[in-house]
């Protein structure tokens, strides 16, 4: 069982950036394969970033290329997504979700477990 709490949300300014991070509870978070997600009002959740158990592939939608970074401190069992260049198209809800093993999906049901997620609002 795997618990995951995101932080980091918040109100900014387009071009502007956010960290958000989500920490996880429960064993073997070294195992799970990491991914962010959005969900905007009245449409479906979408893939934004992931990151696999073993680290070495990393996925980005293309939406955010170039601006997003994820990155995961095993250590801390902590997965972070670095926002810059934002965009009002950026507001959503973030959520992070976790994967035992996996390769790093962009798929929403490949996910076994969901934080309860954080509010993203970019303003123009």
């Known amino acids: 069982q795997v618990q995951l709490v995101e932080s980091g949300g918040g109100l900014v300014q387009a071009g502007g950036s956010l960290r958000l991070s989500c920490a996880a509870s429960g064993r073997m978070f070294s195992r799970y394969s990491m991914g962010w997600f959005r969900q905007a009002p009245g449409k479906e959740r979408e893939f934004v970033a992931a990151?696999?158990?073993?680290?070495?592939?990393?996925s980005y939608a293309d939406s955010v290329k170039g601006r997003f970074t994820i990155s995961r401190n095993n250590a801390k069992s902590t997965v972070y997504l670095q926002m810059n260049s934002l965009k009002p198209e950026d507001t959503a809800v973030y959520y992070c979700?976790?994967?035992?093993?996996?390769?790093?999906?962009?798929?929403?049901?490949?996910?076994?477990?969901w934080g309860q997620g954080t509010q993203v609002t970019v303003s123009s």
């Open positions: 979700a976790a994967a035992f093993g996996s390769s790093g999906s962009s798929l929403v049901g490949e996910y076994d477990y």
């Open positions: 990151f696999n158990w073993s680290g070495g592939r990393i």
